[in-house]
T-cell receptor, first 112, second 114 residues
Framework: ETGVTQTPRHLVMGMTNKKSLKCEQHLGHNAMYWYKQSAKKPLELMFVYNFKEQTENNSVPSRFSPECPNSSHLFLHLHTLQPEDSALYLC???????????FGPGTRLTVT | DQQVKQNSPSLSVQEGRISILNCDYTNSMFDYFLWYKKYPAEGPTFLISISSIKDKNEDGRFTVFLNKSAKHLSLHIVPSQPGDSAVYFCAASASGGSNYKLTFGKGTLLTVNP
């Protein structure tokens, strides 16, 4: 595997379910990010991790819970989501010394 | 309030002609700008970037121009090819700190017609 991978690619969940999104980067980067892309809106930064430490939480509701066990893996744990949380969730990584971020293919989440 | 604006939701261009995608920003602290391309069902792909100390950066068919006084940047694609059809996002960053936060525009859908 190369680059940034995300699983699953598609997820449909009910409002009472608990699920997790997984991201893995194979680029040797030290920073990882979660973004949300809703229809007709810009990409919204959710969380930033640098060397496994969370450095940014962009006022994200607590029903989204990130986890970064190491610099290569990032999870987003989901519970009691709302239909308006339906969106494309993108993971990205960067070297930290430069602004270029490299994105995974995203997980298309639908909350029913 | 949107700090990065792409005012054209879509652009249609004939193959072989020039595509010009525009982006405006409001935050004077932004000092690095990036363009990403996104195909359906894929994540954004980094295309080209420019630092605020430059006014032009060129990479093959892609050139980004920066006008700091106008807080405006543009991406030129010459010649345009059907494979360039995608959504193009402008992003901006302010240096400092341990990570660079990117602020994105809403994107412009480019369609290159054969």
């Amino acid at each position: 595997e190369t680059g940034v991978t995300q699983t699953p690619r598609h997820l449909v969940m009910g409002m009472t379910n608990k699920k997790s999104l997984k991201c893995e980067q194979h680029l040797g980067h030290n920073a990882m990010y979660w973004y949300k892309q809703s229809a007709k809106k810009p990409l919204e930064l959710m969380f930033v991790y640098n060397f496994k430490e969370q450095t940014e939480n962009n006022s994200v509701p607590s029903r989204f819970s990130p986890e970064c066990p190491n610099s290569s893996h990032l999870f987003l744990h989901l519970h009691t989501l709302q239909p308006e949380d339906s969106a494309l969730y993108l993971c990205a990584s960067s070297q930290g010394r430069g602004p270029e971020q490299y994105f995974g293919p995203g997980t298309r989440l639908t909350v029913t | 309030d949107q700090q990065v604006k792409q005012n054209s939701p879509s652009l249609s261009v004939q193959e072989g002609r020039i595509s010009i995608l525009n982006c405006d920003y409001t935050n004077s602290m932004f000092d690095y700008f990036l363009w990403y391309k996104k195909y359906p069902a894929e994540g954004p792909t980094f295309l080209i970037s420019i630092s605020s100390i430059k006014d032009k950066n060129e990479d093959g068919r892609f050139t980004v121009f920066l006008n700091k006084s106008a807080k405006h940047l543009s991406l030129h694609i010459v010649p345009s090819q059907p494979g360039d059809s995608a959504v193009y996002f402008c992003a901006a960053s302010a240096s400092g700190g341990s990570n660079y936060k990117l602020t994105f525009g809403k994107g412009t859908l480019l369609t290159v017609n054969p």
